[in-house]
């Protein structure tokens, strides 16, 4: 009876064992499943993105972002809704200067330095982590603009006469680069100045923010319901006639959190002239 009892002991612990064993088995490979659907579906819908951009002909970023930053919808075979936002970050600091030569790096530092008296989720928000050192004069916020006039001039007061002329302008009309080098001559700038100004200021922006959005279809009483989302950072000209190639364009592409970052459906796009 003991022998009995000792053995039925051991089997089953061996069961329960096994059956450990199995279930940590099943979650390994229901992990590597859902990581081989998650990077064949980011990839999927770069490529989607990516082969929309490639179609425009001799569109305007800027325009076609200012009229709508919903840019288009893909409905897949399940009914599930995907939905494609634009918006210009180069509007936004880099907040990652390690990759710039040291002189340019510099530049990039005193920029982010002077955006640091903001708050932290302000300041996460006008930073991006990819894409060149300038800003976009037209579309960056004004605590943007500024930090970026102090950085070029290395004086307060010339920094908040260029913050105010170039806020001026661009309220009044489209800036362009003769905007940049009038002002630069108005405010009497020395030319370490003026070639800071062009360093850390643009109006051809081509770094855009793109955020895609997964929704079920709806059914009956049931309204779409966000499932899931990705947001990223993309290099294209303003125009088509520097949008060629294929697989090169995303900088970054990645999913988005959504219970820390909230249900939001899209993003603001657009360069705004008094933002």
Do not use: C
């Amino acid at each position: 009876m003991a022998i009995t009892m000792i053995v039925m002991v051991i089997v089953g612990i061996l069961s329960a064992v096994m059956l450990e064993r199995q279930a940590a088995v099943t979650l390994a490979v229901g992990r590597q499943l859902d990581g081989y659907q998650e990077h064949h579906g980011k990839k999927g819908l770069a490529e989607a993105v990516e082969a929309y951009l490639l179609m425009l002909q001799n569109v305007s970023m800027a325009d076609l972002i200012e009229e709508d930053p919903h840019l288009f919808d893909l409905e897949l075979a399940d009914g599930s809704i995907v939905s494609v936002h634009f918006n210009d970050a180069q509007g936004r600091a880099l907040a990652l200067p390690n990759k710039l030569d040291a002189k340019l790096r510099d530049k990039a530092e005193a920029l982010l330095f002077n955006l640091q008296e903001l708050e932290p989720d302000r300041y996460k928000s006008l930073t991006r982590t990819d894409g060149p050192m300038a800003i976009d004069a037209q579309a960056a916020e004004v605590s943007v603009i500024r930090a970026a006039a102090r950085a070029a001039t290395n004086d307060v007061d010339l920094a908040d006469r260029l913050t105010d002329e170039l806020m001026r302008a661009r309220a009044d009309h489209e800036l362009t680069r003769a905007d940049l080098g009038r002002i630069s001559t108005n405010l009497e700038f020395s030319a370490d100045q003026r070639l800071a100004v062009t360093e850390l200021f643009t109006v051809v922006p081509s770094i855009w923010g793109v955020r895609v959005d997964l929704r079920t279809p709806r059914t009956g009483n049931q309204p779409e319901r966000l499932v899931s989302a990705y947001e990223g950072l993309v290099q294209v000209g303003s125009t088509r006639a520097r949008r060629t190639g294929r697989g090169n364009i995303f900088l970054s592409f990645e999913p988005v959190d959504l219970a820390e970052q909230g249900s939001r459906g899209e993003f603001a796009g657009g360069r705004g002239n008094g933002r």
